[in-house]
């Protein structure tokens, strides 16, 4: 389907007041789980949203261990 958001990232340095914002905005819940390592590449996490749906998280780092 043509315009269709498959994906989107919000960076925040301060995540607490990122959360605040979003939340007050749309309701959004931030919530998480222990973010996995993947060796020289960066951190993955497996999420499940307020919905039940799932969806994943990835940070790029080169440092990574």
Known sequence: MAGKIVHFELHAADVDR?????NGLFNWKIGGSAMMPVPTHGWFAA???????N????????SAA
């Open 18 to 22: 990122a959360a605040g914002f979003w």
């Open 55 to 62: 969806f994943s998280l990835w940070q790029t780092d080169d």
């Open 47 to 53: 999420c499940t949203d307020t919905e039940g749906t």
